[in-house]
């Protein structure tokens, strides 16, 4: 299995060394695409990082440790940036702030203000608060696992809320903080959408135009080489991150908590205004911009057009899905039962996650070219749903073998001397406990798969669209309003997915202090 997820890279490498790269493409390579594509890559990433972590950390403390009311509802507001693509992100700020529309046109004339919307610190500010609710997560997840014993004894001693902060909160969170850090990384190397409506050149930019332009898969290879290094550290830095983290894991902390940060009323006013400002900024404001232009376009779209977006994008978002779940189910189930002696192997499949998608499309149609077999017609739909799954398969496996390994063997050893057979203990046992994790992966890589735009837009047999690849179209024409439609589709779906995901975060945290 591992072998067959790494064929495509290995079939990208072989074209990438192979030399026979045409004068043109050479000095695409060389003269302008590596270079360029190294920096932009590099400080947007580093911009990213700080923004996210910064507005998240925030966000974090407030929540956990001060005495703000209505902190269920801060959590909420945090998280629901998750529920809008990056890439919707961009469209919609690069389309409110390009040069002639209103605010922009606004603001030149009352201060003399010019927002360049394709300048890399503005980028970067749109790529950090559309990826802090990531950040948000681990620390929430780091917070609630701080032990409370060591704050009472600090604060016995006469030490200040700023120094518990200091000296304990932060250094607990640094872990987390890195795999935040790692995490953002990643998802701004693998980004396509959102960098290609800013026009900006970062590594999934340069392979894919080695493609289009050249059609050249060993321009597109050797470009490829450093990313396919890079996302390859990142990820095991990410897996070592979270393996530790799993070892020191300590029971959740309890629910009241010790208010480091105490505010009175004015200064919980200015608070909430920040957190209302942010909010209005990073999900109001991009809502209300979609609605305008969905009211303004929605008369002029072809409903069949619309009709077969999203049938295409229900097909390969639930294919993927499915398969996914149920061969994540099936490995988990046979290594937990008969204990595969190849498990180290396991962190190879969720390879995937970590090669940006434009780049893995390439490595398909690399590994098509090397087996000597036409890339058309039902094989490229073939194509697709594979590279959508390799892509995506650790998203749902992590999910159920964390969800497998909590499930007591004893449990098993038990039921199993009563009688009863592999496949009904799973059915009554496992399946039980693990259909949380199975609702979650689901709804998750279905959500990532209908998001997708470089694999689908590469990979789609002649013809075929989904909403993505249709928004990825529209905006590459500057069509802001005529994409709002398909785009509101995938906010939708989105804020779906997030409702399965706290419904199961809060059952979860009720079991845990059952």
Request: glycine fraction near 4%.
């Amino acid at each position: 299995m591992a072998a067959l997820f790494f064929f495509p890279l290995i079939a990208l490498v072989q074209f990438s060394l192979s030399g026979q790269i045409n004068p043109s493409a050479r000095q695409f390579v060389y003269s302008f695409a590596l270079a360029e594509a190294t920096i932009n890559t590099s400080v947007l990433v580093a911009i990213s990082i700080i923004v996210a972590n910064a507005y998240a950390l925030t966000l974090s403390l407030l929540h956990r440790f001060s005495n703000l009311s209505y902190k269920k509802v801060l959590f909420v507001l945090a998280v629901l940036p998750l529920a809008i693509p990056l890439y919707v992100y961009a469209f919609i700020f690069m389309g409110a702030f390009e040069y002639g529309a209103a605010l922009p046109s606004l603001l030149r004339a009352s201060s003399g203000l010019i927002i360049n919307t394709q300048n890399i610190f503005f980028v970067g500010f749109i790529f950090g608060l559309a990826l802090s609710p990531y950040c948000f997560l681990f620390y929430y997840s780091g917070l609630s696992r701080l032990n409370r014993n060591s704050l009472l004894a600090a604060s016995s001693l006469g030490a200040k809320s700023c120094s518990m902060l200091r000296y304990i909160v932060l250094p607990h969170l640094k872990p987390h903080i890195l795999s935040a850090s790692v995490l953002v990384a990643l998802e701004v190397i693998c980004d396509f959408g959102a960098v290609s409506i800013f026009n900006l050149e970062t590594y999934s930019i340069v392979v894919y135009g080695a493609w289009e332009s050249f059609f050249s898969l060993e321009a597109a290879g050797l470009l490829s080489l450093a990313p396919i290094v890079l996302g390859l550290i990142l990820f095991f830095l990410l897996e070592s991150s979270r393996l530790r983290e799993e070892k020191n894991t300590v029971s959740r902390m309890e629910k009241s908590t010790i208010e480091l940060i105490k505010f009175n009323y004015p200064a919980q006013v200015l608070a909430w205004t920040f957190v209302g400002a942010s909010f209005a900024l990073s999900v109001g404001f991009p809502l209300l911009q979609l609605l305008l232009w969905t009211l303004e376009t929605s008369i002029y779209t072809p409903m069949q057009s619309f009709l077969d977006y999203a049938l295409n994008t229900l097909i390969i978002g639930t294919t993927v899905a499915v398969s996914v779940t149920v061969l994540s189910v099936v490995i988990s189930y046979i290594d937990r039962n008969f204990m595969i002696r190849a498990k180290s192997l396991f962190p190879l499949l969720q390879l995937g996650y970590a090669i940006p998608g434009s780049i893995f499309a390439v490595a398909c149609i690399s590994s098509f070219s090397l087996l000597r077999i036409e890339h058309s017609g039902r094989l490229a739909l073939f194509l697709l749903l594979f590279a959508l799954a390799v892509r995506f398969f650790a998203a749902n496996f992590q999910q159920v073998t964390k969800q497998f390994s909590s499930i007591s063997k004893e449990l098993d050893n038990a039921t199993m001397s009563l009688g009863a057979r592999p496949l009904d203990m799973f059915r009554f046992i496992h399946f039980p406990q693990i259909k949380r994790a199975l609702l979650l992966g689901l709804v998750f890589v279905f959500l990532e798969v209908a998001k997708e735009i470089p694999i689908t837009l590469i990979l789609r047999p002649f013809g075929w669209n989904t909403f993505a690849t249709k928004i990825y179209e529209l905006t590459s024409e500057g069509e802001w309003e005529r994409a709002s439609l398909p785009a509101l589709f995938l906010v939708l779906l989105g804020s779906l997915s997030l409702v399965v995901y706290l419904a199961i975060l809060r059952n979860s945290e009720r079991h845990e202090n059952a």
